[in-house]
């Protein structure tokens, strides 16, 4: 078992700058990708970002592409999502996910198998 825990939403102005930590804890080396998902008020849980922990490569939606940045510590089994830019559609619960499939992950919610409690962030006008 793996267990995630996010830090770091909170309230936020339009145009500001958000962090947000995910420490995972548990059988970790068995994880092969982890990643952000948000879920907007009313809405489904839809994908953010996400890294591969052995190459590091990133793959973000089109929505927050060239404002976000995923990235990972291994040593300190972390992952964390920079935010810029932020506009008050990124107004979301914020989830950290991770999975063990070996082809690392993706855009569906389904293919990971662990997730955090969420985070809440805000973003005002």
Same mark, same amino acid.
């Given at each position: 078992?793996?267990?995630?825990?996010?830090?770091? &939403?909170?309230?936020? =102005?339009?145009? !500001?700058?958000? @962090?947000?930590?995910? /420490?995972?804890?548990? #059988? $970790?080396?068995?994880?092969?990708?982890? &990643?952000?998902?948000? =879920?907007?008020? !009313?809405?489904? @849980?839809?994908?953010? /970002?996400?890294?591969? #922990? $052995?190459?590091?490569?990133?793959?973000?939606?089109?929505?927050?592409?060239?404002?976000?940045?995923?990235?990972?510590?291994? /040593?300190?089994?972390?992952?964390?999502?920079?935010?810029?830019?932020?506009?008050?559609?990124?107004?979301?619960?914020?989830?950290?996910?991770?999975?063990?499939?070996?082809?690392?992950?993706?855009?569906?919610?389904?293919?990971?198998?662990?997730?955090?409690?969420?985070?809440?962030?805000?973003?005002?006008?």
């Amino acid at each position: 078992q793996v267990q995630l825990v996010e830090s770091g &939403g909170g309230l936020v =102005q339009a145009g !500001g700058s958000l @962090r947000l930590s995910c /420490a995972a804890s548990g #059988r $970790t080396f068995t994880l092969s990708a982890m &990643g952000w998902f948000r =879920q907007p008020p !009313g809405k489904e @849980r839809e994908f953010v /970002a996400r890294i591969r #922990r $052995t190459s590091g490569d990133t793959y973000y939606a089109d929505s927050v592409k060239g404002r976000f940045t995923i990235s990972r510590d291994n /040593a300190k089994n972390t992952v964390s999502l920079e935010m810029n830019n932020l506009k008050p559609d990124d107004t979301a619960v914020y989830y950290c996910a991770a999975t063990t499939l070996a082809v690392g992950g993706g855009t569906r919610a389904e293919r990971y198998d662990y997730w955090g409690q969420g985070t809440q962030v805000t973003v005002s006008t």
